[in-house]
């Protein structure tokens, strides 16, 4: 059964920073993408990130790019998104997903198969 369980929320003063990590398990897939997600009340979900396993590279929302950074430890078969300069509107619940087989690399949330259960990020003013 494959499972994602995103870690690491929390909450955390504007300025500053957090990980999130998002642990794989049950995977037998080679060819897959990891993205990160967020959803604030009233909102609807917004892509932020995604690694593809094939060669490991990255795609940025332009909303966090240059704040967000995401990487993977193969070993350990997780997914970390560093997030610096965190600000108020970033608030939201954090999903990981996993896209299989996917065609170029994305953040359309229809297009991935397996989903975590979230973790909160709250972020003070």
């Known amino acids: 059964e494959v499972q994602l369980v995103e870690s690491g929320g929390g909450l955390v003063q504007a300025g500053g920073s957090l990980v999130l990590s998002c642990s794989v398990s049950?995977?037998?897939?080679?060819?897959?993408?990891i993205g990160w997600f967020r959803q604030a009340p009233g909102k609807e979900r917004e892509g932020l990130s995604c690694?593809?396993?094939?060669?490991?590279?990255?795609y940025y929302a332009d909303s966090v790019k240059g704040r967000f950074t995401i990487s993977s430890d193969n070993r350990e078969n997780t997914v970390y998104l560093q997030m610096n300069s965190l600000k108020p509107e970033d608030a939201a619940v954090y999903y990981c997903?996993?896209?299989?087989?996917?065609?170029?690399?994305?953040?359309?949330?229809?297009?991935?198969?397996?989903w975590g259960q979230g973790t909160q990020v709250t972020v003070s003013s």
């Open positions: 690694i593809s396993s094939r060669d490991r590279s990255t």
């Open positions: 997903a996993a896209e299989i087989s996917p065609v170029g690399i994305g953040l359309n949330p229809a297009l991935y198969d397996y």
């Open positions: 049950g995977f037998v897939f080679d060819d897959y993408a």
